[in-house]
């Protein structure tokens, strides 16, 4: 169990830029993260990975997710926009587990090599 801390800028309205909030050499893996504004203002996000289906997903939060990844080299990324009408910035904390460890909310995974995912 790893657990990281980043920080990142919700637009204002509007989407932030992608951050990279976890390099993944091979997995599976489970990801839990929840993120909280600096300030009063809320803060919704979105995280974009490659899913324990192999597929290629965008997935909306609102202060936390947990998601499951494929076996596959990849960067996870998040981006954060903020319902007040001037940019926020989001503290982000990432707890990763291999799912061997950790039963994850989805079943199944890639079981043969571990593909290079580029995004």
């Known amino acids: 169990m ?3 801390v980043y920080f990142a800028l919700a637009g204002p309205q509007a989407f932030g830029d992608w951050k990279i909030i976890g390099s993944q ?7 839990r ?7 009063n203002a809320r803060v919704f996000g979105e995280v ?3 899913n324990a289906d192999g597929q290629l997903v965008v997935e909306p939060f609102y202060e936390y ?3 499951a990844t494929d076996n596959s080299t990849q960067n996870i990324r998040a981006r954060f926009r ?4 001037a940019s926020t910035e989001v ?13 994850s909310r989805r079943a ?12």
């Open 82 to 85: 903020s319902a007040a009408p």
């Open 33 to 39: 993260i929840s993120a909280s504004a600096m300030g």
């Open 91 to 103: 503290r982000i904390v990432v707890t990763s587990f291999p799912r061997t460890e950790m039963p």
């Open 25 to 31: 050499i091979n997995g599976p893996m489970t990801y």
């Open 65 to 67: 997710t947990e998601i």
């Open 108 to 119: 199944g995974s890639r079981s043969v090599g571990t593909p290079s995912r580029e995004q």
């Open 2 to 4: 790893a657990t990281e």
């Open 48 to 50: 974009r990975y490659w």
